[in-house]
């Protein structure tokens, strides 16, 4: 038998995602938690009850067979025995109570995959409502989103392969896609094997660990082979069992649970279904909560018929006495053949009748249903009762409405999963609620086709708490579809729904959870909760001081819940699908972060902007140990990448002009930074490279020089001046003289990418081609004011520093005065230094602090300071040479010591030449491997010193032994072993001859 939840009372059927137990989760040590979860289920099974026969009652005079189904030997003690077989026998008079003995964990001795399965004893009367509380607490069940009862034949049951196939499938996908929990009897015969080989079928395609099913079967103790193998007082874990032995019932491998009904007699059938009714009833009002509007919300259930017998048409008409839906498998066989043909036959005669009426068959429908019903069973009064009871089912319209006749063949099989949707759906006919199902169950194609189809469908502002609810759960279909169906972002998306979609979903999410955790919760910190203002702050960390983040202050209050149109600081976001674009990209969750992307309108800001937030989060150090998302994060990172360049590609083969804009254009939605900032800040080398961007750059290059002048004509204007007069420059077009700059300055240019677009910003003004003639005097302050000029200048005067100092260094100068060119070098060197801080505080940084952190993370800002340090330290060591110990003894080494400095300052110098030429093309290359070499040979070089360290040591103990002195000890370690890597063996010290160095030898 089986019982369905009512629809009055304010109720509504509806799928949540409370998990009314999982709250008591605690992070402690996991073999402490298992421990203890264990004691508090042997604990809790310790209070059920068991029957046991008290009355043996013969079955017949003299007989030793009680009517419970044992034999008298097989009665536990105390019980007491009678010899009229005529006295009557029931559970409830002849039956006491003891404390359960079977409960624990199966093991399914022989299955491949060794199978295990929670199993507890329970008497048929037992409070449903404690069994359901000890399913979800000591069993650690989700709480499901629907319940599927499966009811239908159990001993020769026959179904072809394709019907079969068919169920199976149809039976997982709804499932599957819904969470349910399927309940059945449990046992391996009938349609219960069926419904076990489906789930077993689908665990071994999809894996059991990222597909959990919860698949109950409630069968009778009674009926059970080798069930003694399952008793033990305090709980077997696991009890091993074949069900081999007997003539009752096996329990099914393929189900993960079991409650195991006891009534006190032996090979009973049926016995269970009492129990189990009251049991799937329990569940559905167990797992319902109140909504934010103060509704009661439980979980749906159905009922699935699959051929069957006088049982089954039970188990239906108590279904639909409780309302619960009913799906008919016709073709099946038996009773489900039955009530179809029934149905239909009703429908046809009286679809004209109003709800309330009562339905009834005339005379050629009554014999016509006796006729199905005589093929089953000849006995003309079981035809009358089950006639009676069929007729039953049918008698008003809300009854005959909640029946689904599913034809199990042909092509429509593949569609159970709809039939056994729809028949749920039409329980409750308001839309919202349906609606909230459809939600639940993660079945957009169920909402198209039944709730947005027809006149009375849900627009605009009536799906906002269903886009909510979407969103939160990342169920990308839905929010499609409520877009398609008049949900505006500009009208949806507040401050206030955004935050609660931030507080709702970090906690779920491991890296979001830490690092925001971290922020508000840290050491010291009193507890905060998340605002819009924290993850703007997180958003600007990962981009750096350059990212100008859109939540400046927390704009929704921490006691908001939902967007209220009467708060003027709850106004709707201008442009919400970028927010959710950002909220889906810290979340990870790539398939919403696309479908925003694509539904934005700055598609390739977006991308980059992806790709540097994705990089960042795979390089963090919260997920230093999880190597794997890792990876998989960098591989989402490429993807966006690539999709910027192929948008890139279109614009370029569209227009050139307005291309090079787009990527100089900023971009307020993503933090006023430009295409090309936010590609250096990800690192994506691969659009750089793209010709649309060394179009640009080229441009930027050459000023307003025409692109196509020649190398030789331009190193002869900067050599010779009176040349300019002779290069051809770009002039202002007409069309920029009356529109207004493109992009606006940032507050600094000391990066890279900035100064690329202040230098363009002059550049969106003019363009090649010809016009009036220009003067003599624009001429040259556009030649002089082009990049490429200043670079060219520039690395003359650093030549021309180096050829001097170099020859400083290398020609004598006075001890006791600087020297004119050491006076200009170092005026040079100062000028240095002030460039040096200039670009030290025009850092785009908000403190000094950070300004500091990002300019020395620059590997030749370093080698700046040391040749600026090298050279201060020669220069005070030339003071103090004048002033200290002028005419001293130690006057020379001081000078010695300045002249060292400002060799090694040269040295410096020179390397830092090497920078310049990351601007040629064939160069800059080169000094790129050069630079990754160096650091692949530091670890060759740590190799290589293990083996030469230890050679010097030996060679030193062994040779040398009796050296004093520590400096010639060293020596002895580093240089000798240093030379015979190149071939001088020092023969001559090796063979015994004294040596000056090694007087002891």
């Not at 404690?130 to 239908?152: E, R």
């Not at 602090?849 to 300071?865: A, Q, R, V």
Request: proline residues 3%; contains cysteine; charged residues 25%.
């Amino acid at each position: 038998m089986m019982r369905g939840m009512g629809d009055g009372g304010g109720e509504h059927q509806l799928s949540t995602k409370v998990r009314p137990y999982s709250q008591k989760e605690v992070d402690v040590d996991k073999d402490e938690t298992d421990g203890a979860h264990a004691s508090s289920e042997i604990e809790t099974a310790k209070k059920f009850l068991k029957r046991e026969c008290s009355t043996f009652v013969p079955t017949s005079a003299g007989g030793d067979k009680c009517k419970c189904g044992r034999l008298l030997k097989d009665h536990a003690k105390p019980f007491t025995s009678e010899t009229d077989h005529n006295l009557p026998w029931s559970p409830v008079n002849n039956t006491r109570k003891d404390l359960t003995d079977a409960f624990g964990e199966i093991h399914f001795a022989g299955t491949p995959e060794n199978k295990t399965a929670k199993y507890i004893r329970v008497e048929d009367q037992t409070n449903v409502n404690k069994l359901v509380d000890y399913a979800f607490k000591c069993w650690d069940l989700p709480q499901p989103k629907m319940i599927i009862s499966i009811t239908g034949g159990a001993q020769d049951f026959k179904m072809d392969k394709k019907r079969k196939d068919g169920f199976k499938k149809g039976l997982m996908k709804v499932a599957v896609s819904t969470g349910a929990w399927i309940v059945t009897g449990g046992t391996k015969a009938g349609i219960m094997r069926i419904c076990g080989e489906a789930v077993q079928d689908h665990l071994t395609a999809h894996g059991e660990k990222d597909n959990p099913l919860v698949t109950i079967g409630v069968a009778t103790w009674g009926c059970l082979n080798d069930k003694e193998h399952l008793v033990d007082a305090g709980g077997k874990f696991p009890a091993e069992y074949s069900g081999l032995t007997g003539k009752g019932s096996t329990l099914d491998p393929n189900h993960t649970h079991f409650f195991l009904v006891d009534d006190g007699t032996v090979m009973n059938f049926g016995r269970e279904a009492a129990l189990r009714g009251r049991l799937e009833a329990e569940i559905c009002k167990h797992s319902q909560v109140k909504t934010d509007k103060g509704e009661v919300v439980k979980v749906p259930i159905v009922c699935i018929c699959v051929e069957g017998g006088p049982g089954t048409l039970d188990t239906v008409a108590e279904a639909i006495e409780n309302e619960t839906p009913v799906v008919i498998m016709d073709g099946t066989g038996r009773i489900a053949d039955v009530i179809a043909y029934a149905h239909r036959l009703l429908a046809n005669s009286q679809t004209s009748r109003a709800e309330e009426e009562t339905r009834v068959y005339n005379e050629e429908g009554e014999a016509l249903v006796r006729r199905k019903l005589r093929e089953m069973n000849s006995n003309e009064a079981k035809v009358t009762e089950w006639y009676n009871k069929i007729k039953t089912l049918f008698n008003t319209r809300r009854r005959h409405d909640l029946f689904t006749i599913f034809k199990l063949e042909g092509s429509s099989i593949s569609d159970i999963d709809i039939a056994i949707l729809k028949a749920l759906l039409k329980v409750d006919s308001d839309k919202e609620r349906q609606l909230k199902l459809a939600l639940s169950w993660d079945r957009v194609d169920i909402a198209r086709m039944e709730i947005f189809s027809g006149d009375n469908m849900l627009k605009g502002k009536n799906l906002h708490d269903s886009m909510t609810q979407a969103i939160g759960e990342y169920k990308k279909d839905f929010i499609q579809l409520f877009l398609e169906n008049g949900v505006i972002m500009k009208e949806y998306l507040t401050p206030c729904i955004l935050t609660k979609l931030y507080r709702d979903a970090y906690p779920k999410n491991k890296f979001l959870r830490d690092y925001f955790n971290s922020k508000l919760r840290g050491p010291g910190k009193e507890r905060e909760e998340l605002t819009l203002k924290t993850v703007g702050s997180m958003i600007k960390s990962f981009l750096g001081g350059n990212y100008n983040p859109l939540y400046h202050q927390n704009i929704c209050p921490s006691e908001a819940q939902s967007g209220e149109a009467a708060d003027p600081f709850n106004k709707p976001f201008a442009n919400g699908n970028r927010e959710l674009f950002v909220f889906s990209l810290l979340l990870q969750k790539e398939n919403m972060t696309l479908f925003f992307w694509e539904e934005g309108t700055e598609q390739i800001a977006g991308a980059l902007f992806a790709c540097r937030i994705l990089r960042h989060m795979a390089g963090h150090s919260l997920l230093k140990d999880d190597i794997e998302q890792q990876n998989k994060l960098r591989a989402i990172a490429d993807e966006y990448e690539e999709r910027a360049i192929g948008i890139l590609n279109q614009c370029q083969e569209d227009d050139d002009e307005k291309t090079q804009k787009i990527l100089i254009r900023e971009q307020p939605n993503f933090g006023s930074l430009t295409c090309v900032d936010l590609a250096v800040i990800a690192d994506s080398k691969k659009f750089i490279a793209h010709t649309g961007c060394q179009a640009l750059f080229q441009s930027i290059w050459m000023g307003r020089i025409m692109p196509y002048t020649s190398k030789l004509r331009f190193l002869a204007a900067v050599f010779f001046p009176p040349a300019i007069l002779s290069l051809e420059f770009t002039e202002r077009s007409k069309e920029h003289q009356t529109t207004p700059q493109i992009t606006q300055k940032h507050s600094s240019a000391s990066s890279p990418e900035k100064q690329v677009v202040d230098n363009l910003e002059d550049e969106n003004q003019i363009e090649v081609g010809g016009g009036e003639k220009l003067t003599w005097r624009k001429k040259f302050s556009r030649f002089y004011t082009a990049p490429v000029t200043k670079f060219t200048l520039n690395l003359i005067t650093y030549m021309v520093f180096l050829f001097l100092f170099s020859f400083f260094v290398l020609s004598k100068y006075p001890e006791n005065a600087f020297n004119y060119l050491e006076g200009i070098l170092i005026i040079w060197v100062f000028s240095f230094a002030i460039e040096e801080f200039r670009q030290l505080l025009v850092e785009d940084s908000e403190n000094f602090k950070k300004k500091m952190t990002s300019y020395i993370s620059n590997f030749w800002n370093w080698l700046d300071l040391g040749a600026l340090l090298l050279f201060l330290a020669g220069v005070i060591a030339r003071l103090l040479a004048f002033y200290v110990v002028e005419g001293g003894a130690g006057q020379a080494d001081f000078v010695n010591v300045a002249h060292t400095l400002y060799v090694f300052s040269l040295v410096v110098y020179y390397i830092r030449l090497t920078h310049t030429c990351s601007v040629h093309k064939q160069l800059g290359p080169k000094v790129i491997m050069i630079g990754k070499m160096m650091q692949d040979l530091m670890f060759f070089l740590f190799i290589l010193m293990v083996f030469l360290i230890s050679y010097g040591v030996a060679v030193q103990s062994l040779m040398f032994p009796n050296t004093q002195e520590w400096t010639l000890i060293f020596r002895g370690i580093f240089y000798y072993p240093y030379w015979q890597m190149f071939g001088e063996l020092f023969l001559e010290d090796i063979g015994g001859t004294s040596s000056p160095m090694f007087p002891n030898t």
